[in-house]
C-alpha cells in the first residue's frame, strides 16, 4: 500500500516541474517588403522549407546594466509575408527563472519598432527577432556563469491553428465519422448492451 502512494507522490512532483510556456501570435505583413540584410547573430532560427522549428538555446539569465535588463536577441529567418506563426518559449521549471519575450522588427535604419506599431516608410525592410529576458527568480541567485537551456519554436499557422496538431485534429474528426457511421450500420449501443 505504502509503495504506490510513494510512486505517485514521485509522480506528480516530477510532472510539477516538467516545463513553463510561453507564447506569443506572429503575424507578417501581408505587403511583400523586402527583407534586411542578415546579421551574424549567435542565436537563429530558421523555417526555410519548413512550417515548424525548434531549437534550443542555452541562455544566461540577463544581469542588471543601467536599471534596465538586456534581453537575449534570437533571428527568425525565412519567414513568408502574408502568413501568422505561433512562437512559443519554453524551460524547465527547475531552473527558477522568469522569461519574457517580445517579438519585433528591426527597418532599414537599424531602429527597433514593435511589429504591432503600423508605421513603415516605403523604404522599410523587415527583419524578425525575438527578444528574450531571462532574469533570477531564485534565492540564493544562479552563478554569473550558468546557463539556462530554453526551447524555442516558431509554427507556422492556419485558421489560428499550428500546422503541427492539424494531423492530430484531422485523426480526431476521421475518428468520430467513422465511429458514427459505423454506429448507424450496426447500431453499436444495442449491440453491446446485449
Not at 150 to 177: C, E, H, Q, R, W
Request: with cysteine; net charge neutral; charged share 20%.
Amino acid at each position: 500500500m505504502r509503495l504506490p502512494l510513494v510512486a505517485l507522490t514521485l509522480n506528480l512532483l516530477i510532472g510539477a516541474v516538467l516545463g513553463n510556456t510561453e507564447t506569443k501570435l506572429l503575424r507578417t505583413q501581408s505587403k511583400a517588403y523586402p527583407q534586411c540584410a542578415s546579421g551574424e547573430s549567435p542565436y537563429r532560427i530558421s523555417l526555410k522549407g519548413t512550417n515548424y522549428a525548434k531549437k534550443t538555446f542555452q541562455v544566461q539569465p540577463n544581469k542588471l546594466k543601467n536599471s534596465e535588463f538586456k534581453p537575449t536577441v534570437i533571428d527568425i529567418d525565412d519567414i513568408q509575408c502574408g502568413e501568422s506563426y505561433l512562437v512559443k518559449i519554453s524551460w524547465s521549471a527547475l531552473y527558477p527563472v522568469s522569461i519574457e519575450h517580445e517579438v519585433i522588427t528591426v527597418v532599414s535604419n537599424g531602429k527597433h519598432e514593435s511589429i504591432d506599431s503600423g508605421h513603415y516608410n516605403a523604404d522599410t525592410c523587415f527583419r524578425y527577432f525575438i527578444e528574450v529576458a531571462v532574469s533570477n527568480d531564485s534565492y540564493p541567485l544562479l552563478s554569473a556563469s550558468a546557463e539556462v537551456p530554453i526551447n524555442v519554436t516558431v509554427v507556422n499557422t492556419k485558421f489560428n491553428i499550428p500546422v503541427d496538431l492539424l494531423g492530430t485534429l484531422i485523426y480526431i474528426i476521421a475518428l468520430m465519422v467513422g465511429i458514427v457511421l459505423l454506429d448507424k450500420k450496426f447500431n453499436l449501443y444495442r449491440m453491446l448492451a446485449t
